[in-house]
């Protein structure tokens, strides 16, 4: 009778898990949720750059016609305005690129994501600048990973920091 319980306490005993065991589990849980957080985050950042790239050749392409409308891009006075109020930069109220939205696209493009800041106070926002004769569109702050010369949005002048499109080559060298 007694060998009789004690098999019977041994195989209660050996149908649980031991603490072992479940911590093993948890921490492959734990590894394995980890690789999707990254890969998720991964696939944001890329996300908004494409998102980002799109907004600019977007914009270009309506500055072009109101070009063709005006004899003139619309002009800032030579000064940058920003997409994103309390920037170091103007934000004209909101419309950092005048007389564009609603007639040659429907709204501005506004930052989404990516670093608050970077530089000396300068926010992560879209910037335009123009004389009227030519212009510059920056995504500042915004661009994630690494980039080279040979990409289209290159800004010689931020070129780690800020993507760009121009009226001209000599336009982006230079401002």
Known sequence: MMRLISKEVQRKRETGFSIIELLVVMTI??????VVMVSLSLSRAKARSA???T?????????????????SYPTTGGVWYSSESGDTYSDNGGNYIPG????????LPRSRGGPATCGVGSKNAYLYRSDGINYK???????????????????????????????????????
Do not use: H
């Not at 849980?29 to 980890?34: A, E, F, G, L, T």
């Not at 907004?55 to 004899?71: E, F, G, M, R, V």
């Not at 564009?100 to 709204?107: C, E, F, G, I, R």
């Not at 690494?146 to 001209?168: G, K």
């Open 29 to 34: 849980i734990v590894i394995m949720s980890s």
């Open 100 to 107: 564009l939205a609603p007639v040659y696209m429907d709204a």
């Open 137 to 175: 569109l920056l995504m500042n702050c915004g661009p994630d990973g690494t980039w080279t010369s040979s990409d289209e949005f290159y800004d010689p002048v931020r070129t780690t920091w800020a993507w760009a499109i121009c009226s001209n080559s000599s336009t982006c060298a230079t401002w």
């Open 55 to 71: 907004d600019l050749k977007l914009t270009a392409l309506a500055l072009q016609s109101y070009y063709i409308d005006n004899s």
């Open 51 to 53: 998102r980002q790239k």
